[in-house]
């Protein structure tokens, strides 16, 4: 008897089939692999069924580690003639009523690693070395499936030595067998330096130059897995002051590369999660806490208590940063902008003072920043979803009755694409308030289409009438005449955290800075019961009045004004005055964010945003500063409404009260507000589920409160974890509210 299995999942560009050949050839059996479409086809030819089934079972268990198994099915069919013997064979297309798995782009694996340092081995030095189970995927794919042909490595012919590597049947369990990125010193993509004086180097030449500029204080450009980047050695104050310079960075941390664990560790502490996720082959940049004995990183990490580290990416980073220790490593891009992927692209930029491009000739086909995460009660979150994740499928407990699109929002910005089960979201491409990052939308959204073969039947989006997302939206929906359905921001926050966790109904918290809500103001502090695909708000924190535009959003000083002064203080800005007083140009708004903003800049600690969430962040480190030194929690009264909030730790602060004191009171009054009203509702709906959700929620004090207080009064509490909580993440939560109406 013959056996066709069907094996779904990410099954393709992991050394899979290799493996699948390695598994056949020790059981004796006969037959052949091959990919297909998304999915990998297995035929067992003339084969009894005990074993079969005991080939299922091991296929399994000792699956390759970055695979990932979503269903086997194995049928009999008819028994064919053939040849003895098990073999590879070329894909096949097939068309399916799923969204396939794409293979996500993986950091360089410890066995390359040693094979690179390896002076008797041929890939030695090698830097753009890879095998069947790391290197670049999905950020070289033209088109499935997952063949040399159909990626960016096509123009490289293989050397007989990478060939005989790639096709040697007698010796399949190399790691090499049918690795379709495989390339070595010989034949593959080679390093080459580009100076600013137009000089170019190429292999050992250009990386030891490189390593000199880097050395001597100079900026180095670095095109890396998903794009282009700007390094910097982070002692070198002059060096890291004009990064910040050529990128228009004021102050924003920089994230940093490290060669090893033991690096990071002198500079922060490291969990054993914090490790791990450090070293996964999604290789992402962790948010860590700093333990630094001196000020050197001052100028990378600002004010930050956080370090952002990251492990070599690729065979490149390897030995960069083996060579000089830890690096400044951040998006080769203005600050604003998308990230430069194309070398013609980035050449034609002329950034000035970047001494060295030190880049490679295979061609990225889609950019992709790195990735940021952070572990949360053991748990991973990503808070920026891009290389490495991208494009990873969520699998819904519900089915899309059409194939559809969510459009995401403004900031952030982000699509989904969802169709059966499956629901992917892109990579982080950025503000759409920049022309260039609605360009960067438009393409990434019409490569994305291409791979997947993707015909959208509804498309999803905000309901903010000003937003370029759902201009965007109403356009592509229009061209192609097809149904376009306007979601809440803050119900698609929460309806994220529900699609993560698999749930159809739960209260739903969302905390953020800006969204537009039903009745027309801006929301951002909101507390709902959702249920299938409708939201209920059920609470939020009361309404205040801000002036309006974009400055609400970053200079908190006025924001701070502006609610003095609707609270009773007296303040000496006429012009404020009257506008609140007489609601001129002014909005009403339940922004948590705008209320932390707020509060910051009350209590003398920040009052500006010269980056996102500036103001917030300081707030959140004057608080872990009390819990850390053991200060006392200056007890505010529990309530949502800022103008009592705001009296009071005016008065205390007045008082003399130690302002992280103040700080942390605020934290516990907003987290116990929060609770409190989630057991109103639960008290009416007799309901468990808890979804926090939203920008505010990156602040690790908050959730901490909010997760464990809740905990304690028996809530089932889900967060996002594989979906950002920021506005990245509402795509998803667009998406998923169509499934659930
Ligand atoms: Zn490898
Ligand atoms: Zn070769």
Request: glycine share 10%; charged share 25%.
């Amino acid at each position: 008897m013959d056996y066709e299995i069907t094996v779904t999942g990410l099954v393709q560009g992991v050394g899979f089939r290799p493996y699948v050949y390695r598994l056949a050839k020790s059981l004796g059996i006969s037959g052949d692999v091959r990919n297909s479409g998304g999915i990998v086809r297995i035929r067992l030819s003339e084969c009894d069924e005990e074993l079969a089934n005991r080939f299922v079972a091991e296929l399994k268990d000792r699956k390759p580690k970055e695979a990932c198994i979503d269903s086997i099915e194995m049928k009999p069919v008819e028994q064919r003639t053939g040849a003895a013997g098990f073999f590879i064979v070329p894909s096949d297309e097939i068309k399916a009523d799923e969204l396939p798995d794409i293979p996500a782009d993986i950091g360089v694996c410890t066995r390359c690693i040693s094979e690179m340092k390896d002076l008797s081995n041929r890939r030695y030095a090698y830097p753009y070395i890879s095998c069947a189970s790391c290197g670049p995927r999905y950020s070289i794919i033209h088109r499935l499936p997952y063949d040399r042909e159909n990626t960016s490595m096509s123009s490289y012919l293989k050397c007989d030595d990478c060939d005989s590597d790639y096709n040697d049947e007698n010796n399949p369990y190399a790691r090499r067998h049918f690795a379709q990125t495989i390339s070595c010193n010989e034949c593959g993509p080679q390093a080459i330096l580009r100076t600013e004086k137009g000089e170019e180097l190429s292999g050992g030449f250009a990386i030891s130059r490189a390593c000199e500029i880097l050395r001597y204080g100079g900026i180095l450009a670095i095109k890396g897995i998903g794009g282009y980047q700007f390094a910097c050695l982070p002692d070198d104050t002059y060096a890291v002051l004009k990064l910040r310079d050529i990128k228009g960075r004021k102050k924003k941390p920089f994230a940093m590369l490290f060669p090893n664990i033991a690096s990071i560790k002198e500079v922060a502490l490291v969990s054993r999660e914090e490790e791990e996720l450090l070293r996964s082959g999604e290789r992402p940049i962790v948010l860590l806490e700093a333990n630094l004995k001196d000020k050197s990183l001052k100028f990378v990490c600002g004010d930050s208590t956080n370090i952002g580290a990251m492990l070599p990416q690729s065979g490149i980073h390897e030995i960069l940063s083996s060579v000089l220790g830890p690096m400044v490593l951040t998006s080769g891009n203005i600050s604003g902008e998308p990230l430069s992927y194309k070398d013609e692209d980035f050449f034609r930029h002329e950034f000035e003072g970047i001494e060295g491009v030190l880049y490679y000739k295979r061609d990225i086909l889609v950019p992709e920043d790195d990735s940021v995460t952070r572990i949360l009660g053991g748990k991973t979150q990503v808070i920026r979803y891009a290389r490495g994740y991208v494009p990873k499928k969520l699998s819904l407990e519900r089915i899309f009755k059409k194939p559809l699109i969510a459009f995401g929002g403004d900031l952030k910005a982000s699509f989904a694409i969802g169709k059966g089960r499956g629901v992917i979201l892109s990579q982080y491409i950025g503000d759409l308030e920049s022309y260039a990052c609605q360009e960067y939308f438009k393409s990434s959204l019409k490569r994305e289409m291409e791979l997947y073969g993707f015909r959208p039947e509804a498309i999803a989006c905000d309901k903010h009438p000003g937003y370029t997302s759902v201009r965007l939206a109403k356009e592509f929906a229009d061209k192609r005449h097809i149904p376009i359905i306007g979601v809440y921001h803050h119900h698609a926050h929460v309806a994220s955290v529900m699609a993560e966790h698999g749930l159809t109904h739960a209260i739903g918290v969302a905390m953020d800075g800006t969204g537009y809500g039903k009745d027309g103001r801006i929301w951002g502090g909101e507390i709902f019961y959702v249920t299938g695909g409708t939201a209920d708000r059920r609470s939020h924190i009361e309404y205040f009045r801000l002036i309006g535009g974009d400055e609400a959003a970053k200079d908190a000083g006025k924001d701070l004004k502006c609610l003095m002064h609707a609270s009773g203080f007296s303040i000496e800005d006429e012009l404020i005055k009257t506008a609140i007083d007489e609601h001129i140009n002014t909005i009403e708004t339940s922004s948590a964010g705008r209320l932390f903003d707020i509060i910051s800049a009350a209590l003398g600690i920040r009052d500006y945003n010269t980056y996102e969430a500036e103001c917030a962040i300081a707030l959140e480190n004057a608080a872990k500063s009390a819990l850390k030194n053991s200060l006392t929690t200056y007890a505010l009264p529990i309530t949502g409404d800022p103008h009592e909030l705001i009296y009071y730790l005016i008065k205390a602060k007045h008082k003399g009260i130690d302002v992280r004191e103040l700080a942390l009171g605020f934290h516990r009054s907003l987290a116990s507000w929060i609770i409190r009203e989630c057991e109103a509702v639960r008290d009416d709906k007799a309901d468990n589920n808890v979804c926090l959700s939203g920008g505010c929620f990156a602040n690790q004090v908050l959730s901490d409160m909010c997760r464990i207080g809740l905990a304690t009064k028996g809530f089932h509490v889900y967060f996002n974890e594989k979906i950002p909580m920021n506005d990245q993440g509402i795509a998803v939560g667009q998406a998923y509210i169509l499934a659930l109406q």
